[in-house]
């Protein structure tokens, strides 16, 4: 019993140390000239006060650009302040190219005004089904944000018979895919075949959180309540083109801490 109740304690103590205090930071490289900082699913946790923590890490990274694949804050939030102060910040750091993810999409019609001034008064580049292009030394890359139909993460109240996503699906929302570098920011990753059909070089992707629960590094959940997903977290290779999940930052996590990940492409 001692041993047994020894054990349930280290536990604990891990679980509130992964939730509470670590922050790690996962390099990826996958080229060279370009570096990236990829955040996702902050929802509604603090890392310092004003996610000063978080912030002093992607600023150490020094990064060229950063890309926010959805959710910075949950649909159940009463105060953006936190969110805000981070997302200011980030800003001051590097171009920051953002989505909505399905909380955005779904948060309550008191805090949706808020969101959405929030977002104007501040120099984030949100891209709803749209694209914008940046040069960075001399490299053009095209970027487009994806805002999947709501109906990928719940239908009439529930996590079955949900829609897909293909290729003409993205096609219809963005358009063809062009010529040159292409990156995409699609909240959701379970369509990265899709995503590459039409054509993205690089897809950036969140919303698993690492699958909630790692086993040995098998992804135990999906928020649609799923066992085992596929796409939870790192990089993926479809016939060339990369999709790149995030395990993200917040909502509650076991043996999957959150991570800030830094891409050089």
């Given amino acids: 019993m001692i041993y047994f109740l020894?054990?349930?304690t280290v536990f604990l103590l891990y679980a509130l140390f992964e939730n509470?205090?670590?922050?790690?930071?996962?390099?990826?490289?996958?080229?060279?000239?370009?570096?990236?900082?990829?955040?996702?699913?902050?929802?509604?946790r603090h890392f310092g006060e004003g996610n000063s923590r978080l912030c002093r890490k992607v600023r150490a990274e020094k990064p060229d650009i950063i890309i926010f694949s959805g959710d910075l804050v949950s649909r159940s939030i009463i105060t953006l302040s936190n969110a805000e102060a981070a997302l200011r910040e980030l800003c001051e750091?590097?171009?920051?190219?953002?989505?909505?993810?399905?909380h955005e999409q779904s948060i309550s019609e008191?805090?949706?005004?808020?969101?959405?001034?929030?977002?104007?008064?501040?120099?984030?580049i949100m891209l709803k089904n749209q694209h914008t292009t940046v040069?960075?030394?001399?490299?053009?890359?095209?970027i487009y944000g994806l805002m999947e139909h709501y109906g990928v993460y719940k239908k009439n109240g529930s996590y079955r018979d949900l829609d897909v996503i293909d290729k003409a699906y993205v096609e219809d929302k963005l358009g063809k895919c062009p010529d040159g570098e292409v990156l995409l920011i699609a909240h959701n990753p379970f369509f990265g075949k899709a995503y590459a059909e039409w054509g993205a070089d690089y897809?950036?992707?969140g919303h698993v959180h690492g699958g909630?629960?790692?086993?040995?590094?098998?992804?135990?959940?999906?928020?649609?309540?799923?066992?085992?997903?596929e796409y939870s977290k790192g990089v993926y290779d479809f016939g060339g083109k990369?999709?790149?999940?995030?395990?993200?930052?917040?909502?509650?996590?076991?043996?999957?801490?959150?991570?800030?990940?830094?891409?050089?492409?």
């Fill in 6 to 8: 020894l054990a349930v």
């Fill in 110 to 124: 008191e805090m949706r005004g808020e969101l959405e001034a929030m977002f104007e008064r501040n120099k984030q």
């Fill in 242 to 265: 990369k999709l790149l999940v995030s395990a993200g930052l917040g909502k509650l996590r076991l043996f999957c801490p959150p991570e800030i990940v830094v891409y050089e492409i």
């Fill in 20 to 44: 509470l205090i670590v922050l790690t930071v996962r390099h990826e490289k996958l080229g060279s000239g370009i570096r990236i900082v990829h955040l996702s699913d902050l929802h509604k």
């Fill in 135 to 142: 040069n960075i030394r001399g490299r053009v890359l095209k």
């Fill in 212 to 229: 909630i629960v790692r086993l040995f590094g098998v992804a135990m959940l999906s928020p649609e309540r799923k066992f085992f997903p």
């Fill in 93 to 102: 750091i590097a171009p920051v190219y953002m989505i909505y993810g399905n």
């Fill in 203 to 205: 897809t950036f992707s």
